[in-house]
C-alpha cells in the first residue's frame, strides 16, 4: 500500500485502444486539495455511461476547471504513431504527456492509473488498479475526458470520410465498418498495422 498523504490525487485512463482508425487518447485529471469528492458521487467508468452523460460530466469537468478546483487534460497519439511505435508505446507517450500537462510535483502527487497503465518513475505514489475506472472516481473522471474528446474528433474525421460511418462506431470494428474498409479501402486515419486484409 501507499503509504503518507499527497496533496494532489491524479486520475489516469485511456480511450480507442482497440480501433481499427483514429489516435489513442488518454485522460489525466487532477484533483486540487480543496476539491469537495461528494461532488463525485454518481460518476461512472465512461463505458457505462451513454453519450448524453458523458457529455454532461465533461461540462462539469470544464466548469470545475476554470473554477481552480481541477485540471485535466487529454493527450493523443496518432494512427502513424500506433503503427510506427506500436499501442503501448503510443499510449504510454500519450500518458507521460497528459501527466505532463497537469504541472504538478510528482513528489506530492497520488497517481491512480487504470488497467496495465503505468505512469514515469518519478511518480514514486502510483497505484494501477484493475476495473479502477469503475472503482475510483478519479478515474473514471478520466475515462470520461479521454472518451469524450476521442469521440469529439472521430466525430470530426466522419467529415472528412463521411463514407466510413466515424460518427457512429468512433473506428472500431463495427460490421458497418469493416463493410466499409472492403467497398472504400483504408484511408488516411486508419491503423494499418490493425487492419489485416
Known amino acids: 500500500m501507499l503509504i503518507g498523504v ?11 485502444r482497440g480501433p481499427l ?14 476539491f ?10 465512461s463505458k457505462q455511461l451513454n453519450e448524453a452523460a458523458r457529455e454532461e460530466w465533461y461540462g462539469r469537468m470544464k466548469s470545475w476547471q476554470q473554477s481552480g478546483l481541477i485540471r485535466f487534460s487529454v493527450q493523443y497519439s496518432s494512427n502513424e504513431v500506433i503503427d510506427r511505435r506500436g499501442i503501448v508505446w503510443a499510449v504510454t507517450s500519450a500518458l507521460n504527456r497528459a501527466l505532463s500537462r497537469l504541472d504538478t510535483d ?9 488497467g496495465g497503465l503505468r505512469a514515469p518513475s518519478h511518480y514514486k505514489r502510483q497505484e494501477t488498479i484493475i476495473r479502477g475506472d469503475a472503482s475510483q472516481p478519479v ?3 478520466a475515462s470520461i475526458a479521454a472518451k469524450v ?14 463514407q466510413y460511418g466515424f460518427e457512429i462506431h468512433k473506428g472500431y470494428g463495427t460490421k458497418i465498418h469493416k463493410d466499409a474498409m472492403r467497398t472504400f479501402g483504408l484511408c488516411d486515419i486508419h491503423r494499418r498495422s490493425f487492419c489485416h486484409g
Open 139 to 141: 478515474i473514471a473522471l
Open 21 to 34: 482508425a483514429g489516435p489513442v487518447s488518454v485522460g489525466g485529471v487532477l484533483l486540487m486539495p480543496h
Open 106 to 114: 510528482p513528489e506530492e502527487s497520488l497517481v491512480l492509473l487504470d
Open 149 to 162: 474528446r476521442r469521440d469529439r474528433l472521430m466525430k470530426r474525421f466522419a467529415s472528412m470520410y463521411p
Open 6 to 16: 499527497a496533496a494532489y490525487l491524479i486520475g489516469i485512463d485511456e480511450a480507442g
Open 36 to 45: 469537495d469528492q461528494t461532488l463525485l458521487s454518481g460518476v461512472r467508468d
